[in-house]
């Protein structure tokens, strides 16, 4: 099976500006989630998508916003950028979970977006 | 909020050297997971561990879980520069929504772990 891919792997963006991160998920996971990581705060979750519904939501402003499309790929979008928004924004996805039961995360390689 | 404690921050010891990390928190979760991190890469599952007092090995590495649920460790015996990269725990509550099961993963900041040859 192919990973979880992300699209584009770099960016480098304006302060105002907007940025759509593209995800897809590993084939037949219907769950993805969002990260942020940076070298302070380490990785924070931005959001979670399920079968084309936000089911969690971090701790995040509303220039944070996110989609998933009925093939479970999914976008984040960020609305007048600040420069704090420099980040590694992960993608990650998961196999339906069983009844009381957990499953792993798999990692995207992430997209580094630099905000001037 | 819960929050996970990692430490150290960092470590940077010699090939062959035996180490251990903590992740602490004061809430308990239904799980936790230990990721490593290598440069330019998303984190990569090395093991999850549910049942209090839980001891897992993976080759020379050794993971545990508190008996409460609300701290675990990472032992690295032999270290070496393969094992290089940042380590993260991350805590797990289960909770149900209607579209079932789910849950939200906290993450420490993780363990900076350089293994010099």
């Known amino acids: 099976k192919a990973g979880v891919t992300q699209t584009p792997r770099y960016l480098i963006k304006t302060r105002g500006q907007q940025v759509t991160l593209s995800c897809s998920p590993i084939s037949g996971h219907r769950s993805v989630s969002w990260y942020q990581q940076t070298p302070g705060q380490g990785l924070q979750f931005l959001f979670e998508y399920f079968s084309e519904t936000q089911r969690n939501k971090g701790n995040f402003p509303g220039r944070f916003s996110g989609r998933q499309f009925s093939n479970s790929r999914s976008e984040m979008n960020v609305s007048t950028l600040e420069l704090g928004d420099s980040a590694l924004y992960l993608c990650?996805?998961?196999?339906?979970?069983?009844?009381?039961?957990?499953?792993?995360?798999?990692f995207g390689p992430g997209t580094r977006l630099t905000v001037l | 909020t819960q929050l996970l404690e990692q430490s150290p921050q960092f470590l940077s010891i010699q090939e062959g050297e035996n180490l251990t990390v903590y992740c602490n928190s004061s809430s308990v979760f239904s799980s936790l997971q230990w990721y490593r991190q290598e440069p330019g890469e998303g984190p990569v599952l090395l093991v999850t561990v549910v049942t209090g007092g839980e001891v897992k090995k993976l080759k020379r590495l050794t993971f545990q879980f508190g008996d409460a649920r609300k701290d675990s460790s990472l032992h690295i015996t032999a270290a070496q520069p393969g094992d290089t990269g940042l380590y993260l725990c991350a805590g797990a509550i289960i909770g149900k929504n209607s579209g079932g099961s789910n849950y939200k993963l906290t993450f420490g900041k993780g363990t900076l772990l350089t293994v010099n040859p």
């Open positions: 990650a996805s998961t196999p339906d979970s069983r009844q009381g039961s957990y499953n792993e995360q798999f």
